[in-house]
């Protein structure tokens, strides 16, 4: 096992702080690190995808779990996976894909290990349908305080808290997962534009579920009478009869896999204040908005390019200037639509430079404590950190999610209000408890958690 001091910070590159970083190389030896902790406990990391602080621990312990990766069996007739924690999204749909086989949940990124999609209990593009990734998980293996590892099964108390837990119930070592069935390598998507926020959300409801698979980029520098304009696309998995007479059962070429991100300037540090200014986000968006067609349907793409294709686009962190990114996350319930316009009001008022935001819409509640997604709309957008008065802004916008009964995601925050994150999480009271019978020492803990007092 190697062991290392290290400077950490999420992807967002926020706030970093120093942890004694320690990379086990089997369950024994991440045991150890759980059973000789210091004071400030310990929390499992994995790819560092967690824009914010969430898998940070100053002056702390941190596991890196990226070397436990093994995929330990499939059994292709029963579609059930079993892996390590450390195992990336990307990897498994590389193993499953050509096996007839998807994972249960994709986000929009597949830069992401098996343990940190249950831990932040992440919600993929069919949410209304499939529901969170842990959902899928029919057994998970968790090292706990006294440093043993314990089978939990769904249904469990401690299963509810570790699904969207955020590394504090123990450390995710492995899991059972059950998975899709696939018959191609190849998606058929539909692509088409929306005048405004109005224009966008009718165009998301009035295809129903029939395409299951959904999601709209929205530009959020316009403004008048194209407030909120986007473009939606849909998918489904392609049926042989939609494919090409030339294509093999589920052949994908080398190319349609996204290759490792690389930096947009390479050998450019972040510069001090970015290059994404007002006008610089508002031309992009003009011409992504201009350069998609106004309607197209059954295209095919290859699994990876519909599902993770900003995983093969250039690293843009260093366009967000040295203070890096935030991440903001929030869901508000269908009859809140009101809500949402004015928080896309409010952003396109301000010239706020968003050149990613992401519109879904989430379909029934799952039933980890902390998990984030519950039935509604959910809007994820990035901004610089550095913006004057940015903090203050988000505040307010975390005022008016609440008072509609919605909540920002704790997965990807990393400037909330402790007591913002109580009004909007129910039963954070529930996962307290849980946690202070469990774990009265408090082993596993986070900058975050600090933070949020979780």
């Not at 996976?81 to 450390?86: E, H, I, K, L, P």
């Not at 699994?303 to 203070?323: C, E, I, K, Q, W």
């Amino acid at each position: 096992m190697s062991v290392d001091t290290v400077s950490l910070t999420g992807w967002g590159r926020t706030a970093p702080t120093t942890a004694v970083r320690f990379r086990p190389r089997g369950y024994e030896e991440a045991a150890a690190v759980v059973r000789g902790r210091g004071p400030r406990g310990v929390i499992a990391r994995g790819l560092g995808r967690s824009p914010g602080d969430a898998a940070q621990n100053a002056g702390g312990s941190v596991l890196d779990l990226s070397g436990l990766a093994r995929i330990g069996g499939v059994d292709a007739a029963a579609g059930v996976v079993r892996c390590d924690a450390g195992v990336s999204l990307e990897r498994l749909l590389r193993v499953l894909l050509p096996l007839g086989w998807l994972p249960p949940v994709l986000p929009g990124t597949g830069r992401v290990t098996v343990g940190g999609a249950i831990g932040s209990d992440l919600p993929g593009l069919d949410h209304r349908r499939a529901g969170s990734f842990a959902r899928h998980v029919s057994a998970l293996e968790l090292l706990t305080a006294d440093g043993e590892v314990r089978t939990v099964l769904p249904g469990t108390a401690l299963f509810d808290a570790t699904a969207g837990g955020l590394g504090l119930t123990g450390v995710v070592l492995g899991a059972t997962l059950r998975l899709r069935p696939v018959s191609s390598g190849l998606m058929s998507v539909s692509t088409e534009r929306a005048g405004d926020l109005d224009d966008l959300l009718a165009r998301f409801t009035a295809g129903g579920d029939r395409l299951p698979y959904a999601s709209a980029w929205v530009d959020l520098t316009a403004r008048g009478r194209a407030t909120g304009r986007g473009v939606l696309t849909r998918g489904e998995h392609a049926t042989p009869g939609m494919r090409p007479a030339h294509a093999g059962r589920t052949r994908l070429s080398q190319r349609s896999w996204p290759a490792p991100g690389r930096s947009l300037l390479p050998g450019l540090p972040p510069l001090p204040g970015g290059l994404l200014g007002p006008a610089a986000a508002a031309l992009c968006n003009e011409v992504r908005y201009r350069g998609s067609a106004r309607a197209r349907t059954g295209e095919l793409r290859p699994v990876s390019a519909f599902f993770h294709s900003s995983d093969a686009l250039p690293d843009v962190r260093p366009l967000y200037g040295r203070g890096g990114l935030v991440r903001y996350r929030f869901t508000v319930g269908y009859g809140q639509e009101e809500t949402l316009h004015r928080v896309v009001r409010r952003i396109a008022a301000r010239r706020s430079p968003a050149v990613r935001a992401v519109l879904q819409r989430f379909g029934a509640a799952d039933p980890g404590l902390l998990s984030f997604a519950a039935p509604g709309w959910s809007l994820e957008l990035d901004l610089p950190a550095s913006l004057p008065g940015l903090g203050r802004f988000l505040d307010g916008v975390d005022e008016e999610v609440a008072a509609a009964g919605g909540r920002v995601c704790l997965a990807q925050d990393s400037r909330m209000r402790p007591e913002t994150a109580a009004a909007m999480y129910p039963r954070l009271a529930e996962f307290r408890e849980l946690r202070a019978r469990l774990d009265p020492a408090g082993a596993f803990r986070s900058d975050l958690s600090r933070r949020l007092g979780l």
